[in-house]
């Protein structure tokens, strides 16, 4: 139980870090905004890794 309130600590500690240096990160402006040509290139991977996966036959159970 002990370790378990630790973990928890440690996490809500670590949850609450990110979110400030997310708002000092847009405070700045230091977060990193892709362009529309690389937003298109990654949509067009996604499309293909889920067809891919949709495709590929499940191994053989030989």
Do not use: H, W
Not at 9 to 22: K, P
Not at 33 to 56: A, G, P, V
């Amino acid at each position: 139980m002990n370790v378990l309130f630790t973990y928890g600590v440690i996490f809500l500690i670590l949850f609450i870090l990110e979110l400030a240096y997310f708002k000092v990160a847009d405070r700045f402006n230091i977060i990193d905004n892709l362009d529309n040509r690389t937003r298109l290139i990654s949509n067009i991977k996604k499309q293909y890794l889920f067809l891919i996966l949709l495709i590929r036959k499940p191994p053989c159970g030989r």
